[in-house]
């Protein structure tokens, strides 16, 4: 592994620190593209405005109208995190401007029976709750035939989604005829945040329908219904879908971290908490990636997304805390059959690829995965490897559904519709983003996938973008191995496009030993003092001289709080 220190204006940190921004913490934000105070600044009026998303305003008077009309509204959401948060948030929004709850409700696909996304059985479903107007979540971009459908059936559409849109083989774009169509990447769409999740897409549309209705005399802007009470739900479902941190959405995510800090949260994501073990008023990101986010995904991938939806419906917060448990008791369940399919993957790994560099990317299927973790199978192969990996897994209808996800610089989206255009047919569907895509497609055609999916990569990686490298920000100062500083950086917002710190040093390694099989607990010597480190997941010893990247963590144990490094890579490691 190559370790890279990431560069640091020096006239941009001053000024930070100038600004009152502590010197540690002045050096990480001036890294990572903060230029001025300002671009700290995480207030609602910091966000870009709704007016720059393209159909937002079409969309919030059909919304508006509905509203007034008593017309019944059905979301269609996603199985995954940001699908129920979309959800959650949708129903809520709506609820909270004016829309009759008896006219609300949602329907969310099962992953094993009818696949992903609006589909012609999933718009029967909604036909059946007798809707007037069918809106999407954090999906729709492809569904041209149950659009058509929908509309045929007599209901308006509204597609807020933000997946890439359908490139036809001529080129040119294909959008579903939908009366609406919320999406930062749609074409001619000029809002300058093109990573907003699905949650985020829908919060925008809120936002533009509160503006509506306050336009018609709904209610004016001192009485105005407070739809910032559902920004803990956006900062989940942006982190939890892996949503670049640009500004706008590190605004989105920073202010629901402080309202769950406060105490203001749903009672779902109260719950959620509760049943992971963390304390709300300490929240971090890392919480939503780590340990909210999958206890959600673990119901759509394992049981039915109505499970996570319900939780962060509810305002009951017993009933909140018991569809927490539940949704712990799935996760654990999702991490005993993921583990064991991993270790299975790995193993079929080993019989395929030959010894030496593995190649440039990576196919695999066996009749017995299981289709709701091959995406997780797809991406701890992915980290371990460092390649574009596939895992495929056989669907009720007996086809093929695969997830994958990429590594920096190759696009998994764009390679699949490549791989489409040359062989055409092989891929019932597709679709997805750069780091991760899912497709579906024959048995019978798995090795020509794995073919024409190695070629691709072969075509489009080179051997700097196959080396594994890790982006630090350099030695810390001895002064920052303290609680105070460790609390400060968790404080803030981290995540992909604004990556948690990551340093690096020389170290002397003076003793270590495996834990739990699996771990390797360190004791090391840098800068002249003795630390505390572990290496999760690693069990061959490292030299007694050696460069580690390390993040900062505190261990606490009866009442005590301790620093302790968590190893994350070695230099001149494959």
């Given at each position: 592994?190559?370790?890279?220190?990431?560069?640091?204006?020096?006239?941009?940190?001053?000024?930070?620190?100038?600004?009152?921004?502590?010197?540690?913490?002045?050096?990480?934000?001036?890294?990572?593209?903060?230029?001025?105070?300002?671009?700290?600044?995480?207030?609602?009026?910091?966000?870009?405005?709704?007016?720059?998303?393209?159909?937002?305003?079409?969309?919030?008077?059909?919304?508006?109208?509905?509203?007034?009309?008593?017309?019944?509204?059905?979301?269609?959401?996603?199985?995954?995190?940001?699908?129920?948060?979309?959800?959650?948030?949708?129903?809520?929004?709506?609820?909270?401007?004016?829309?009759?709850?008896?006219?609300?409700?949602?329907?969310?696909?099962?992953?094993?029976?009818?696949?992903?996304?609006?589909?012609?059985?999933?718009?029967?479903?909604?036909?059946?709750?007798?809707?007037?107007?069918?809106?999407?979540?954090?999906?729709?971009?492809?569904?041209?035939?149950?659009?058509?459908?929908?509309?045929?059936?007599?209901?308006?559409?509204?597609?807020?989604?933000?997946?890439?849109?359908?490139?036809?083989?001529?080129?040119?774009?294909?959008?579903?005829?939908?009366?609406?169509?919320?999406?930062?990447?749609?074409?001619?769409?000029?809002?300058?945040?093109?990573?907003?999740?699905?949650?985020?897409?829908?919060?925008?549309?809120?936002?533009?329908?509160?503006?509506?209705?306050?336009?018609?005399?709904?209610?004016?802007?001192?009485?105005?219904?407070?739809?910032?009470?559902?920004?803990?739900?956006?900062?989940?479902?942006?982190?939890?879908?892996?949503?670049?941190?640009?500004?706008?959405?590190?605004?989105?995510?920073?202010?629901?971290?402080?309202?769950?800090?406060?105490?203001?949260?749903?009672?779902?994501?109260?719950?959620?908490?509760?049943?992971?073990?963390?304390?709300?008023?300490?929240?971090?990101?890392?919480?939503?990636?780590?340990?909210?986010?999958?206890?959600?995904?673990?119901?759509?991938?394992?049981?039915?997304?109505?499970?996570?939806?319900?939780?962060?419906?509810?305002?009951?917060?017993?009933?909140?805390?018991?569809?927490?448990?539940?949704?712990?008791?799935?996760?654990?369940?999702?991490?005993?059959?993921?583990?064991?399919?991993?270790?299975?993957?790995?193993?079929?790994?080993?019989?395929?690829?030959?010894?030496?560099?593995?190649?440039?990317?990576?196919?695999?299927?066996?009749?017995?995965?299981?289709?709701?973790?091959?995406?997780?199978?797809?991406?701890?192969?992915?980290?371990?490897?460092?390649?574009?990996?596939?895992?495929?897994?056989?669907?009720?209808?007996?086809?093929?559904?695969?997830?994958?996800?990429?590594?920096?610089?190759f696009h998994l989206r764009d390679a699949l519709?490549?791989?489409?255009?040359?062989?055409?047919?092989?891929?019932?569907?597709?679709?997805?983003?750069?780091?991760?895509?899912?497709?579906?497609?024959?048995?019978?055609?798995?090795?020509?996938?794995?073919?024409?999916?190695?070629?691709?990569?072969?075509?489009?990686?080179?051997?700097?973008?196959?080396?594994?490298?890790?982006?630090?920000?350099?030695?810390?100062?001895?002064?920052?191995?303290?609680?105070?500083?460790?609390?400060?950086?968790?404080?803030?917002?981290?995540?992909p496009g604004f990556e948690a710190p990551v340093?690096?040093?020389?170290?002397?390694?003076?003793?270590?030993?495996?834990?739990?099989?699996?771990?390797?607990?360190?004791?090391?010597?840098?800068?002249?003092?003795?630390?505390?480190?572990?290496?999760?997941?690693?069990?061959?010893?490292?030299?007694?001289?050696?460069?580690?990247?390390?993040?900062?963590?505190?261990?606490?144990?009866?009442?005590?709080?301790?620093?302790?490094?968590?190893?994350?890579?070695?230099?001149?490691?494959?």
């Amino acid at each position: 592994m190559k370790l890279i220190t990431r560069d640091v204006p020096p006239r941009t940190a001053w000024a930070l620190e100038q600004a009152g921004v502590s010197p540690l913490m002045a050096r990480l934000f001036a890294a990572r593209g903060i230029r001025q105070p300002d671009d700290l600044d995480d207030s609602p009026a910091r966000l870009l405005p709704p007016a720059q998303l393209r159909g937002t305003q079409a969309a919030a008077t059909l919304l508006a109208d509905a509203i007034e009309q008593g017309k019944r509204i059905c979301i269609v959401a996603d199985y995954d995190c940001d699908g129920a948060t979309a959800c959650a948030t949708g129903l809520r929004g709506l609820a909270l401007l004016g829309a009759r709850p008896d006219r609300l409700s949602y329907v969310v696909p099962d992953r094993a029976v009818h696949g992903y996304g609006l589909t012609p059985p999933i718009v029967e479903l909604v036909r059946a709750r007798q809707a007037d107007i069918l809106v999407t979540v954090d999906n729709g971009m492809a569904s041209h035939e149950a659009v058509t459908l929908a509309r045929s059936l007599g209901m308006q559409v509204l597609i807020t989604d933000h997946h890439l849109p359908v490139i036809r083989d001529d080129g040119t774009v294909s959008l579903p005829e939908a009366d609406v169509i919320v999406n930062p990447n749609q074409p001619d769409c000029a809002f300058p945040s093109k990573a907003l999740v699905g949650v985020g897409v829908m919060f925008y549309v809120l936002l533009a329908l509160r503006a509506e209705r306050r336009q018609r005399g709904a209610f004016d802007a001192s009485n105005q219904p407070r739809i910032d009470s559902l920004l803990d739900l956006v900062a989940l479902g942006t982190i939890a879908d892996v949503g670049r941190l640009d500004d706008n959405n590190r605004r989105l995510v920073g202010m629901g971290l402080k309202r769950i800090r406060s105490g203001r949260m749903q009672p779902g994501i109260a719950a959620l908490f509760a049943a992971a073990g963390r304390d709300p008023e300490r929240a971090t990101s890392q919480d939503f990636g780590f340990a909210l986010g999958p206890r959600v995904n673990a119901a759509g991938r394992l049981a039915e997304m109505g499970l996570g939806i319900e939780c962060l419906l509810t305002d009951n917060r017993l009933h909140a805390s018991e569809l927490a448990r539940q949704l712990d008791a799935i996760n654990r369940e999702r991490r005993e059959l993921e583990s064991g399919m991993r270790e299975q993957a790995e193993m079929l790994l080993e019989s395929l690829l030959p010894e030496g560099e593995p190649p440039a990317a990576i196919a695999l299927f066996d009749p017995d995965f299981h289709e709701g973790v091959v995406g997780i199978v797809a991406s701890r192969l992915k980290d371990r490897l460092h390649r574009p990996t596939f895992v495929f897994a056989l669907g009720q209808d007996g086809l093929l559904k695969g997830s994958g996800r990429s590594i920096p610089g190759f696009h998994l989206r764009d390679a699949l519709d490549l791989v489409s255009k040359r062989h055409p047919g092989l891929l019932r569907k597709f679709g997805g983003h750069a780091m991760a895509a899912g497709c579906t497609l024959d048995e019978a055609d798995f090795e020509t996938f794995e073919a024409a999916f190695g070629r691709v990569a072969r075509e489009g990686l080179d051997a700097s973008l196959l080396a594994r490298q890790l982006q630090t920000d350099g030695a810390l100062e001895p002064q920052w191995f303290t609680p105070g500083a460790v609390a400060e950086m968790d404080a803030a917002v981290w995540g992909p496009g604004f990556e948690a710190p990551v340093f690096c040093d020389e170290v002397e390694v003076l003793n270590q030993r495996l834990v739990g099989e699996r771990h390797l607990k360190l004791s090391l010597r840098l800068q002249g003092e003795v630390r505390d480190g572990i290496w999760f997941g690693r069990t061959e010893p490292v030299p007694a001289r050696t460069q580690l990247a390390y993040r900062l963590s505190l261990d606490e144990f009866q009442g005590r709080q301790r620093v302790q490094m968590v190893v994350e890579g070695m230099a001149d490691e494959a």
